[in-house]
């Protein structure tokens, strides 16, 4: 259970007894993703998320002089894309027998997150509200079509040069909204003895001491050049033999959306959501020759 302070969660809570409580909502998601060479059959993809609520500080104080609440209720909307959903067992019931839905309803044991919240500002008496995580779930992948930026890498060289490219392409098909994809990082090791570089298309950062190029394109999406289709172009003067193909590392983030497209509605009264966050982000994300 993680339950941190800082500066972006709902408003400080001041309020009536018959005002509602402000209640947030972060959906995050991280993609994990294996390419190989330019065959998509070959692409492996597991996606994972979670979804945590964010309640106010003030809610403690709320809840002790009101400990009678209205059970909060929350419906996730295009449920089906789920799998392996793990609702918190402290915290959460649902109807177990409405999994194939594509909206699923969930509500809190409102005794359990009471006394879990209290324990937390107890811990945390600066924070000005707590996070609590709630739902940990995969979503369901279809391979290379589930990935937001399409890899293929290719080494080829000889004894004395090695030419490196890396084609991409940005995946509206991926997004539940075709939201843009930002400080994408394409790292790759030269391996094979010392070598030198030739050229870079575009211009990369090249670190001589680890022998490692990188590339570096601030944001990426359908309004891009050429769609979001570009290549990397790398070339290398080997000194000791020919290059071994290395693996590529991509990293990049998103915000205003998720790869699932689920969503959350509060179901009946007493609480209201103050604001729905979504972001997804790269975890493992390799190309291989």
């Not at 991409?168 to 075709?178: D, I, L, R, V």
Request: aromatic share 8%.
């Amino acid at each position: 259970m993680s339950a941190t302070g800082c500066s972006r969660g709902p408003s400080p809570l001041t309020m009536g007894p018959q005002d509602t409580l402000p209640v947030a909502a972060a959906f995050t998601e991280t993609i994990n993703a294996y390419f190989k060479g330019a065959d998509p059959s070959k692409c492996v993809v597991k996606i994972t998320g979670e979804m945590v609520l964010s309640f106010p500080a003030g809610i403690t104080r709320h809840f002790a002089s009101h400990p009678t609440q209205p059970i909060l209720t929350f419906c996730i909307s295009n449920y089906s894309r789920l799998e392996q959903v793990l609702p918190n067992p402290q915290l959460l019931c649902c109807d177990s027998t409405t999994d194939n839905v594509n909206n699923k309803e969930f509500w809190v044991n409102m005794p359990n997150l009471m006394s879990h919240l209290k324990k937390v500002a107890e811990q945390k008496p600066q924070a000005t509200y707590y996070n609590v995580d709630m739902i940990k779930y995969q979503v369901s992948a279809e391979g290379i079509q589930s990935t937001p930026l399409n890899l293929a890498l290719s080494w080829r060289g000889d004894t004395a040069n090695t030419d490196l490219r890396i084609d991409y392409k940005y995946n509206t098909e991926a997004m539940a909204a075709p939201v843009p994809l930002h400080n994408i990082q394409f790292l790759v090791p030269v391996d094979g003895g010392m070598a030198k570089l030739q050229a870079m298309i575009p211009p990369a950062s090249w670190n001589p001491e680890q022998q490692t190029i990188q590339w570096k394109i601030p944001s990426l999406s359908h309004r891009s050049e050429n769609g979001g289709v570009g290549a990397l172009l790398g070339r290398f003067q080997m000194t000791e033999g020919p290059c071994k193909p290395s693996q590529l590392a991509v990293q990049f983030s998103s915000e205003g959306c998720t790869l699932s497209g689920c969503d959350i509605q509060l179901v009946g009264t007493g609480y209201r959501l103050s604001l729905i966050k979504k972001r997804f982000a790269a975890g493992k994300y390799l190309a291989d020759n």
